[in-house]
């Protein structure tokens, strides 16, 4: 599926011959009445910088005028680029849909609804020619309702930041720019585009952060409501467990498995010496069913390991996905391993 959507952005690169500076890459759900400000934000903001770019707009099943509009637009713009999905199929999904159409060297993301703005751009590119693969904006004043917007959010990124080690303060905020190598290294699922700056630290990437502006939404309304809280919480143990055992799931369920039947084999051992030596009888003993739930359990963690090395050979080897990224290579003479 991947390799589908990237030669066809190889066809369009060949087609256009020219690789801008910059993609800025925008889902767009429902926001009709943002747009015409928003294209004409983005538009003043990198020309100012004076750098060539491209806009992405990707229209997620809207129901409102954006795709109709964007359409039009599309038609008499040399930079606009419109990806219409056909149906509504999440934050996620629209910003891999922008970024598997972005041929630039750098590539933006930021909200439709007009939360973010765009002149921040020009300073996020800046940290980025720094040296850095990924920068991110932190909202400075941030416009959301208190108790049901920005308590849980403080909440979650500092869980976020404690959990994964990435010491990034808002990773709910779209604004942030990448190094377009490190776009192309990172698969995106389910919601995960709220740990990017997490997938992003898996993939050896240098992240920083600055300050950046937040309004008020002026039309429509928000996507989310608070049951996104749980929804991060179950993401967070996905991102955990493949920051640390992605490349080796037996050292955690083989570890469990084997602590789980030593214990079993252990009680076991007990009752039979119970049964044998001092003649007692054990079938009404509450821990005969704790060793035999033990044992089982041991042996299903234990499988389920090796299920999961092969599962993870599969998920590198049928991707040609590495299990390392390289930054650079030095020298004349550099054979590739490859
Ligand atoms: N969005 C999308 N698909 C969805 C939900 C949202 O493309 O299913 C877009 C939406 O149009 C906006 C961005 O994702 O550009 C963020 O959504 P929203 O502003 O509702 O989130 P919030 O700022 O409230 O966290
Ligand atoms: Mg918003």
Sequence with gaps: ??????????????????????????????????????????????????????????????????????????????????????????QTAAMAAGFNYALGKAIVTLDADLQNDPVDIPILLAKLEEGYDLVSGVRQKRQDRAFTRLLPSKIANWLIRKVTGVNIHDYGCSLKVYRAELVADMNLYGELHRFLPALAHIEGARITEVPVRHHARRFGR??????????????????????????????????????????????????????????????????????????????????FGLLAELLMRTYHESQGRPIYRVREVVGKKVVTGE
């Design 1 to 90: 599926m991947r390799s589908l959507v990237n030669s066809e952005a190889v066809k369009n690169e060949a087609m256009s011959s020219v690789v801008p500076d910059v993609s800025v890459v925008v889902p767009v759900h429902n926001e009709e009445e943002s747009l015409p400000y928003l294209l004409e934000a983005i538009t003043s903001s990198l020309t100012a910088c004076q750098m060539s770019y491209e806009i992405i707009c990707v229209d997620d099943g809207s129901t409102d005028g954006s795709a109709r509009f964007l359409k039009e637009q599309a038609l008499n713009s040399h930079d606009l680029k419109v990806v219409i999905l056909r149906r509504n199929y999440g």
């Design 222 to 303: 928000s996507k989310y409501g608070i049951w996104r809280t749980f929804r991060v919480l179950m993401d967070l143990l996905t991102i955990k467990f493949m920051q640390k055992f992605l490349t080796r799931p037996m050292h955690v369920f083989g570890l469990l498995g084997l602590i789980s039947m030593l214990w079993g084999g252990a009680i076991g051992i007990y009752l039979t010496f119970v049964k044998l030596a001092l003649g007692e009888d054990i079938g009404n003993r509450p821990l005969l069913i704790l060793a035999v739930l033990l044992l089982v359990t041991g042996v299903q963690l234990f499988c």
